[in-house]
């Protein structure tokens, strides 16, 4: 059940793009993308429902393609607190708080 | 608001012995989940809380256990101990209803099972 997330790492300049793709094997109904600093607990970014329902407090932007069961996170104009691992995690429909996560995307941004 | 806050935050227990952490949710949060980080693995969920219920459980064995209580706090116990068990254990805390997205995580209890 646990999400596949790709690519496994990316670095980064300043100002450059980045997407981060998830895919599922199962039926997606909602998705969680989460970016955890080095050291600090993972903090949300954003959710996306079936349905098309985004919800989320960044600047960052995202897609669901439920056909595929893919979500993508875009990340334009990099700046240096973007750097972190980003986890996206798929769940259910409801508020329930039971995600699968994937093993991350560490994305490094450099001056 | 003070923040989700998990004790304690570093733990060397042996192989066998039993262990129980304590996370303490944002206030007003009803719904207590705990995942476990590791390197290879990732974040797998371990089970959810809500107003003192299990709601979900993920795909560890009976060794881990947890509960909560009526003020929202919650505690994981993991027993008989194996070296795999070493890893952060996060708890992440969030309203609960069924558009309660937003989960909040707090700083992690690091266990090291030697």
């Known amino acids: 059940q646990q999400p596949v997330q790709s690519p496994q790492a990316v670095i980064l300049r300043e100002g450059e793009d980045a997407v981060i793709n998830c895919s599922s094997s199962?039926?997606?109904?909602?998705v969680h993308w989460y970016r955890q600093k080095h050291g600090e607990a993972p903090v949300f970014l954003m959710i996306?429902?079936?349905?098309?329902e985004q919800k989320g407090h960044e600047k960052i932007s995202a897609s669901f393609n439920e056909k595929k069961q893919q979500s993508s996170l875009y990340l334009t104009a990099s700046q240096l607190s973007y750097s972190g691992t980003y986890f996206c995690?798929?769940?259910?429909?409801?508020?329930?708080?039971?995600?699968?996560f994937g093993t991350g995307t560490r994305l490094t941004v450099i001056p | 608001k003070a923040g989700v806050t998990q004790t304690p935050r570093y733990l060397i227990k042996t192989r066998g012995q039993q262990v129980t952490l304590s996370c303490s949710p944002i206030?007003?949060?009803?719904?207590v989940s705990w995942y476990q980080q590791t390197p290879g693995q990732g974040l797998q969920f371990l089970f959810e809380?809500?107003?003192?219920?299990?709601?979900n459980k993920g795909n560890f064995p009976g060794r881990f256990s947890g509960r909560q209580f009526s003020n929202s706090r919650s505690e994981m116990n993991v027993s008989t101990l194996e070296l795999g068990d070493s890893a952060l254990y996060l708890c992440?805390?969030?309203?609960?209803?069924?558009?309660?997205?937003?989960?909040?995580f707090g700083p992690g209890t690091r266990l090291t099972v030697t």
């Open positions: 992440a805390s969030s309203l609960g209803g069924a558009r309660s997205y937003e989960q909040y």
């Open positions: 199962k039926a997606l109904y909602s």
């Open positions: 996306l429902l079936k349905g098309g």
């Open positions: 995690g798929t769940g259910p429909q409801t508020g329930a708080n039971n995600l699968f």
């Open positions: 206030s007003g949060h009803r719904s």
């Open positions: 809380y809500f107003s003192e219920t299990q709601r």
